[in-house]
């Protein structure tokens, strides 16, 4: 059996209940989203010649057998649906990839009159793409009869999937297995000095904060003498030389006083500036490495996780740089100035005020290991909490229409609880390891009080002097304790700049060229030559296409669902690079032209629909910025958008929240139509534009399609290949290739792949009562 995921005990009873035993199961794995893209614990099961998912949530709670034991985790799983199919029925299956997320589809088995059908099995996340393709190979393999289990794959998966939880040089377990860091083993030194260089352009402001601290430092090493020593020994002995001048100590203590509230102001102000500069900076610097990778890189990461890296992990590195950094100075200073004071007063109280801090230092140094360990665990626990409460709320409306409620809140409740037991460990670790550090450091003023106290008795020691001695030994203790207790701050700043190196020296799949080819004057021709690209390695999308638009051209893209369609979209805009092969404008490579150029000449319109918060206007204009607003309206009404929105409330100042509430699907796609109008391209490129549409708009928006297309070269793929009539050609691709390629007529007359798909989709139209 292949087990693509540790298959809880509790599922594995599930499956059982229903007559399976768990035994008889060739393939198990997981996904993450159901068929509405719900967040779920999809589990998906080959056994017997059948596929099983079963669908629905893990919960957990905590369980106390007895009032003095130790409560145990307890877990059930709650069924949410359950599905079955033939596996016989299909011949093959592939994973598709989206631009956010993946799924998984199977090509059911052909009949002597259609086509194969491409059907869903399983939607996913990108967190579960490596094993969506394990499971796809394992399955297809299984088909063709191949036995898996001789051909070694399982073991080698399962040696690489042990590879890849620990870390290669000491064996440990990855605390974040995404990562791949050991806490162990990464240079901390060298993560400091990275970020070392950012903070070298506010070395005048933090060097201020420096010396005001130290100022305030110095000034508060000096109180403890003249409250002390010098007033008992000088101002109230009958035998010191300042004797009954009492009002003079109290005008230094106040004078010092004062000098050190003004020193500490100008502390505050200068440190309020810098770390309101610094933090803008550090995100505006985060922010754009992430913007400048590639989109392959977001398709493998979840949004929440970014979120936190971007707030919380910039806000971690100022408080290194900005806290931890010059009080750790000034501290080192002022334990070196109170211990030479110390020495000087007297050696033998000193060496006992010390004798303990070795040993606490020494544990310090074990419980900063560990304790890294628990902060890594701890992010990775509010970055899963993030991700999936980014999932929910964006796709709230999924969650209110199939009244998934409580079954979200129950995930929710998972996760949550999952984070405050991370947070609970290190919380009760800090709080039960450190008092006793603490009382290691405080054995020492038990000592000098003691050793003190018979000094003075026996007249080697004055009262003053011993009362000044204990005050320096508490102020010590203070910047000792200090760097005892940033252990627990000092782990959560270098997993976030380790974190940030991830982003900051991530290398972009697609990179602009150094000395770009303008393309001047755009005519609008495009060639793709021999074109082969695949989103993994060695599995290809597109395999050896070739055609050539010529200026001013509309052609048709068809295919089936996975075929690779917007992958060729994408590939022309270079949200990926070909693997082999070229794509051509004029004939100018894109890899040749620059970003700027490329997509101020080529535009997209897409199935996937996303309008920013902001006003209508705002949105409409992002495409062209300096556009005016009669532009913007006529643009609007090309796009069949412009009657709609003057009914809004405000008309084109209405604004829109995250989520779009406010607009239907086919208004949202209306706005995006017109945005690209507005770019007014020489290439445009309509991804399934009229996807989202009811028959009667689209047919009007088509209209004015017609009219928006002549005298500049579009790309159409259409979900209705009754709306490529007009095309000048048309592409059908198949399994990554290109298999036919003619005019509509043409190709119904051949009464081959498109003939079949347009006989097929005309039925279905019919059948809603849809006449083409």
């Not at 029925?89 to 989206?98: G, H, T, W």
């Not at 929910?392 to 809140?409: D, M, P, Q, Y």
């Not at 959560?492 to 150094?514: H, Y």
């Not at 088509?702 to 002549?710: H, I, R, S």
Request: with cysteine; glycine share 6%; charged share 25%.
């Amino acid at each position: 059996m292949t087990e693509l995921y540790d298959i809880p005990k509790e599922v594995k009873a599930a499956l059982e209940a229903k007559g399976i035993p768990y035994e008889k199961v060739d393939i198990a794995a997981k996904t993450d989203l159901d068929d509405g893209c719900v967040p779920c614990d999809n589990y998906i099961f080959v056994a017997d010649g059948d596929i099983i998912i079963l669908a629905g949530s893990m919960i957990g709670r905590l369980k106390r057998n007895g009032i003095f034991k130790q409560p145990k985790p307890v877990r059930h799983f709650t069924e949410l649906s359950y599905t079955h199919y033939s596996l016989s029925d299909y011949e093959e299956f592939q994973v598709e990839e989206l631009l956010s997320s993946a799924r998984i589809v199977a090509r059911r088995r052909a009949d002597a009159d259609s086509l194969p059908r491409t059907e869903l099995i399983a939607n996913l996340s990108n967190t579960y793409k490596n094993e969506a393709y394990k499971f796809v190979r394992k399955i297809n393999a299984l088909i063709k009869g191949e036995n898996n289990e001789s051909s070694g794959d399982n073991n080698e998966d399962k040696k690489d999937e042990k590879e890849e939880l620990f870390c290669p040089k000491c064996g440990r377990r990855y605390a974040d297995p995404e990562r791949k860091i050991c806490m162990r083993c990464m240079d901390k030194v060298h993560i400091i000095k990275r970020f070392s260089i950012f903070f070298a352009r506010y070395k005048f402001q933090i060097g201020a904060i420096i010396f005001t601290m130290i100022l305030t430092s110095a000034l508060g090493i000096l109180a403890p003498y003249i409250s002390s020593g010098f007033y008992y020994d000088e101002v109230l002995d009958q035998n010191g030389r300042f004797y009954g001048k009492i009002l003079l100590v109290i005008g230094i203590i106040l004078a010092t006083r004062i000098i050190s509230i003004l020193v500490s102001i100008v502390n505050g102000v200068i440190s309020s500036r810098v770390a309101a500069k610094v933090t803008y900076d550090l995100k505006k610097e985060i922010f754009g490495a992430i913007e400048r990778l590639s989109i392959g890189y977001f398709t493998n990461r979840q949004t929440g996780g970014l979120m936190t890296q971007v707030n919380n992990d910039a806000n971690n590195i100022y408080w290194f740089f900005c806290d931890i950094v010059p009080y750790s100075i000034v501290n080192v200073f002022q334990i070196i100035g109170i211990i030479v004071i110390m020495l000087i007063m007297e050696p033998v109280l000193t060496l006992i005020s010390l004798v303990t801090v070795p040993i606490a230092f020494f544990l310090i140094r074990k419980v900063f290991a560990i304790l890294e360990k628990y902060h890594a665990k701890r992010y990775s626990q509010s970055r899963s909490l993030n991700s999936l409460l980014s999932d929910i709320l964006t796709g709230i409306r999924v969650v209110k229409a199939f009244s998934k409620e409580s079954e979200e809140a129950a995930r929710f409740d998972v996760r949550n609880k999952s984070l405050a037991a991370a947070n609970m460990k290190a919380s009760v670790f800090n709080t039960t390891v450190f008092p006793f550090i603490s009382m290691l450091i405080y054995i020492s003023n038990m000592l000098v009080l003691g050793v003190g106290g018979w000094m003075v008795i026996d007249g080697k020691m004055s009262y003053g002097i011993l009362l000044t001695f204990i005050s320096y030994m508490n102020m010590v203790y203070n910047p000792i304790m200090f760097f005892v207790d940033i252990v627990y701050m000092l782990t959560d700043c270098l997993n976030s700049m380790n974190r940030l190196m991830d982003v900051m020296d991530a290398v972009p799949d697609v990179v602009e060229s150094k000395n770009p080819t303008p393309l001047g004057e755009v005519r609008g021709e495009v060639e793709f030559d021999n074109v082969v690209f695949g989103y993994e390695k060695n599995r290809t999308v597109i395999d050896g296409i070739s055609f050539k638009i010529n200026p001013g051209e509309v052609i048709g893209i068809v295919g089936h669902t996975g075929a690779g369609k917007s992958t060729l979209a994408n590939l022309l805009i270079r949200l990926y690079d070909v693997g082999s092969g070229s794509i051509k404008i004029d004939g100018v490579d894109v890899r040749d032209i620059s970003f700027d150029d490329l997509r101020k000449n080529v535009a997209i319109v897409s199935q996937e629909t996303y309008l920013f918060m902001g006003t209508i206007m705002d949105n409409i204009k992002y495409a062209r910025p300096d556009a005016t607003d009669e532009e913007v309206i006529t643009a609007s009404k090309i796009a069949g958008a412009h009657d709609f929105i003057i009914k809004l409330p405000d008309a084109y100042n209405t604004r829109i929240g995250f989520g779009y509430k406010d607009l239907s699907g086919g208004e949202r796609q209306r706005i995006s139509i017109a945005r690209a109008i507005l770019r007014n391209p020489r290439i445009l490129i309509m991804d399934e534009a009229t996807a989202a549409m009811d028959t009667q708009t689209e047919r009007r928006i088509q209209a004015a399609l017609d009219n928006l297309v002549k005298g500049r070269t579009t790309i159409m793929i259409a979900h209705r290949l009754s709306t490529l009539r007009n095309a000048d050609y048309i592409i059908v691709i198949e399994n990554g290739k290109m298999p036919e390629f003619g005019t509509h007529a043409e190709l119904l007359a051949k009464k081959g792949i498109f003939y079949k798909l347009y006989k097929l989709q005309l039925e279905a139209l019919r059948n809603i009562g849809i006449e083409e």
